[in-house]
């Protein structure tokens, strides 16, 4: 397994580094310049040019990848056109942990609830419980997650107003001690941890629910029942063991979308992730800062990917890498 | 033995998923060590929370080129004279200790300024200022008139690119390329300081351009001009002003702490102003409503009413009018112009006639009433009411009359087609509209808008673009019509839009030729005395409502969101924080701990 590891991260270096080639170039070739914002009346028409000197965009389009090429070589991403001239990486670094920990969490709830009520859909099988639970799970998951999130803070931070529509902390929290900052944190995930992991637990649930009835109705399932286990032994034990194995699959591959959730989800709730600056990034017209992200989600979604199928492997003895 | 083990198992499943989530929130807090510890929800009655759409960008106001960072590099940042905007004539008045240009209407004693007095030569050619002693740099350095000279060639460095170099324009060595430094600015001592001119300037204008900000020398002199943007002194300013930064933790909040030994002026009553970054407007509109902040800017006509009901404790206050919507037609032919540098007119917009015809035919007044309401008013040219000594009142805007639009385009030849739209030589009067995405007045606008061309014959379709796309549509000159807005500055300077030279003025995207505008803006500027300028101004406007290159819309009041608890506060044209230093925090029973 270790060798087969070691190749597709081997593969994945042209990969990424393909993908960094393209998007630089699809950006350079998108209208609009970075040095726009300079470009106004009462503004000397040579600030826009000397900006534009400045980030070495007055180069022929071939020598800039080429000068661009030899720094990423030697791991420089280079500065930010947008954010004050700060490293990419610098950049990132203040962002990165908190994407990771808002998809952390989504994560896991997405699969902890998205498990539970596809078992429970499968078991109760046409029930009115599973009905309900499934038209529920398609009600939310075709719902635009956007639109769901404006409506939880219409709800549960205006109305209710039981928790707060931005920020990761309140105004003031480094003085409620280290346990009170950390329930402060969570009390202001709660509403986009949500949002995020309602539409994909029903995604999840749907899998389930569907990998769940195909196992219950295999011979082994009948022998186990018959030889007069409980129940929940069957369910949990013999079915759900079998029944997760293509579940496991999902977790790399919903990586991208719990990534991309949390691009309209920093925006709206104010957190300074890896979303907000990508979108930043991109409406600024910020070279550096959109290959550097293109760089570490495009890094992560290839790892993710790696995951699933070693998850895999390590779940189903009879899957050889 | 198989049911215990089925809850040893669950039980080691949650204490892992407690152990991952505190990991990861643990991870999420330690990036946000910004903010000071001081605080709390009982220090709130002495911070004033401001929500931002955007961070600031570089705490220096040689480079800082965003809004945010303005208005911060204000606070922080001493200023050579203090500016006042006088609401009765639109002028804009400058103050030193014990100088000023007019006679301050506020009444304010003028304590940020660091000019004692100045003195303009009789030629106008130079402006010698004399500097106070008394005022000092946080790290306890005098400020001297080299931090002025030093800053001034910073600003003018093509390898800095500084935003306000501009303002350089009228130094000496200007008009050959580069200012001379050596010869445009002087400083015999340490508290005085002279700027030299390449030909006169009038006073007001002299006042304007060599009142920037100055940055402290002995901090900054040793930093090349290439590293000018990337050193941490940017991030870590060290001003003179009544705020100083406390702590920025970049994309959350930046907060500014009232600093104590500022005589420049005196902090006022409020010790910490936290301004939020919060780049979501509703969620902006939600933290207002639940007295999350305490002040959201620039918020839509529409949100007014559910906002004031919802939470009586906050008012809406506006400013304006600077800001003005237009529609932009095609004076002359883009192709022609692209292919051959040839200017020809527009074969739909070419004639002044038509374009008359095409203001009549909206209803712009529906407009304001339908959207903006009180927070309108109808544009005749690009010079604003609130500029009172150049506005010209005796202009009559062409009323929204339908009939006369139909007759007028059939003087100019366009008669209705079979199928009932406008056609002269084979040509239908149809064309699109563009406008940038997510601006929903404009949106509002331009679908009145084609309603009403559609009614006198007039094909419009509308599409909306991205605004990097549209601008830079709109730089090259591509689009034949379209909806944008401008926003003027205090001092009136058209030629950059309305120029005849379409190489030279750049933002005349309709490339609009009347001689008689370039003419009338050279003799107003040679003007020595500004208000000498009104007769050349007011024929100016006559002009451009005869002409009407676009059809101006409305005239826009900027609105903000304030909370009640904030007293003293005096918005004005140019700055929402012009007088901060005079506002008070009224402890609320929401506020209160």
């Known amino acids: ?321 | 033995m198989m049911k215990a083990d089925g809850v040893m198992r669950s039980y080691r499943g949650t204490a892992l998923y407690c152990c991952f989530l505190a990991l990861s929130l643990l991870l999420s807090s330690c990036t946000s060590g910004s903010g000071n510890r001081e605080r709390g929800s009982a220090a709130k009655d002495t911070t004033l929370v401001i929500a931002m759409l955007g961070d600031a960008d570089f705490l220096n106001p040689v480079i800082g080129a965003s809004v945010t960072s303005s208005n911060i590099s204000g606070l922080i940042y001493p200023s050579l004279l203090q500016s006042e905007f006088d609401t009765t004539t639109g002028l804009l008045n400058f103050l030193a200790l014990e100088k000023q240009l007019r006679p301050s209407i506020g009444g304010k004693k003028p304590e940020a300024a660091l000019a004692k007095t100045w003195k303009m030569s009789a030629d106008h050619k130079s402006i010698t200022y004399i500097l106070r002693a008394d005022a000092f740099w946080d790290d306890g350095k005098p400020i001297v008139s080299g931090d002025f000279s030093f800053t001034y060639r910073l600003y003018g460095n093509p390898l800095i690119a500084s935003p306000r170099q501009q303002y350089l324009a009228e130094l000496i060595g200007a008009d050959k390329g580069s200012v001379d430094f050596d010869r445009a600015i002087e400083t015999p001592d340490d508290t005085t300081l002279i700027f030299r001119f390449f030909k006169p300037v009038p006073e007001h204008l002299a006042l304007f351009h060599t009142s920037l900000t100055p940055i402290p020398a002995h901090l900054w002199k040793g930093i090349k001009p290439e590293d000018l943007r990337s050193s941490p002194l940017n991030q870590k300013p060290v001003g003179a002003g009544p705020y100083r930064l406390q702590s920025w933790g970049k994309q959350q909040e930046l907060v500014l702490a009232s600093n104590r030994r500022s005589n420049l002026p005196k902090p006022g009553n409020i010790a910490l102003i936290n301004w939020r970054i919060v780049p979501d407007y509703t969620v902006r509109l939600a933290q207002l409503q639940t007295n999350a902040v305490d002040i959201v800017e620039n918020i839509k006509p529409e949100d007014f009413p559910s906002l004031v009901k919802a939470n009586p404790e906050i008012e809406i206050k506006s400013v304006g009018l600077r800001v003005y919507d237009y529609v932009g037609w095609s004076n002359i032919d883009q192709a022609v112009y692209h292919k051959t540098g040839k200017t020809v007119p527009h074969p739909l917009f070419g004639s002044p006639e038509v374009r008359r015809a095409l203001t009549m035919a909206v209803d712009r007044e529906a407009i304001i009433d339908g959207y903006l309401k009180e927070y309108g008013t109808l544009c005749n040219t690009d010079i604003s009411p609130s500029l009172k000594w150049a506005y010209n009142r005796s202009i009559t805007p062409h009323s929204y009359d339908p009939a006369a639009a139909v007759s007028l385009l059939g003087k100019q030849g366009w008669k209705p087609g079979p199928d009932g739209i406008l056609q002269k030589n084979g040509r239908k009067f149809s064309f699109v509209l563009y406008t940038n995405s997510g601006n929903a007045r404009r949106n509002y606008a331009s679908v009145i808008i084609q309603q009403n061309l559609k009614a006198i014959g007039i094909d419009c379709r509308l599409d909306v673009q991205e605004s990097n796309v549209f601008f830079e549509n709109l730089q090259n000159r591509k689009l034949d019509a379209w909806m944008a807005g401008w926003s003027i500055g205090l001092e009136i300077d058209p030629l950059d839009v309305w120029g005849s030279d379409l190489k030279k003025s750049t933002f005349n995207f309709v490339g609009y030729r009347n001689p008689r505008i370039d003419e009338i803006c050279e003799l107003a500027k040679g003007k020595m005395v500004q208000t000498d300028a009104r007769p050349y101004w007011l024929e100016y406007q006559d002009i451009i409502h005869r002409d009407q290159p676009v059809t101006f819309l409305y005239w826009i009041r900027e609105t903000q969101g304030f909370s009640k608890r904030i007293g003293g506060e005096q918005l004005n044209i140019s700055g929402t924080f012009y007088n901060i230093d005079d506002w008070t925090l009224t402890p609320s029973a929401t506020h209160a701990p």
């Open chain 1, 1 to 321: 397994m270790l060798t087969y590891i070691l190749k597709r991260l081997l593969l994945s270096v042209p990969l990424i580094f393909g993908v960094l080639t393209l998007t630089f170039f699809i950006i350079r070739l998108a209208p609009g310049d970075p040095a726009a914002f300079f470009i106004q009346p009462g503004v000397s028409p040579n600030v826009a040019e000397q900006i534009r000197a400045q980030y070495g965009l007055n180069d022929p389009l071939p020598v800039q990848y080429v000068k661009w090429l030899g720094n990423v070589l030697q791991g420089d991403f280079g500065r930010s056109f947008s954010r004050a001239q700060q490293p990419v990486f610098e950049v990132i670094s203040e962002a990165l942990p908190i994407t990771v920990t808002i998809a952390a969490l989504t994560l896991v709830a997405n699969f902890t609830f998205g498990i539970i009520i596809g078992i429970i859909s499968a078991v109760r099988q046409n029930s009115f419980l599973d009905r309900f639970l499934t038209v529920t799970a398609l009600f939310f998951y075709s719902m635009p997650e956007f639109w769901f999130a404006l409506m939880m803070i219409i709800l549960f931070a205006l109305k209710l107003q039981w928790f707060p529509a931005s920020g990761l902390n309140e105004i003031g929290a480094e003085s409620f001690g280290p346990f009170g900052f950390f329930l402060d944190r969570i009390w202001h995930l709660v509403l986009p941890v949500t949002v995020l992991s309602i539409n994909g637990s029903a995604g999840i649930a749907r899998y389930v629910r569907g990998s769940m009835l195909e196992v219950i109705r295999q011979d082994y399932i009948r022998t186990a029942r018959a030889k007069g286990l409980p129940e929940k032994v069957v369910i949990f034990h013999h079915a759900l063991r079998n029944a997760l194995l293509p579940v496991i699959t999902l977790i790399g591959s919903s990586l991208p979308f719990i990534f991309s959730g949390a691009l309209f989800i920093e925006v709206i709730f104010a957190f300074p992730g890896m979303g907000r600056v990508t979108v930043e990034a991109i409406f600024a017209r910020d070279y550096p800062l959109i290959i550097a992200n293109t760089f570490i989600s495009g890094t992560l979604i290839v790892l993710g990917n790696l995951l699933a199928d070693v998850l895999y492997a390590v779940a189903d003895p009879r899957i050889r890498l």
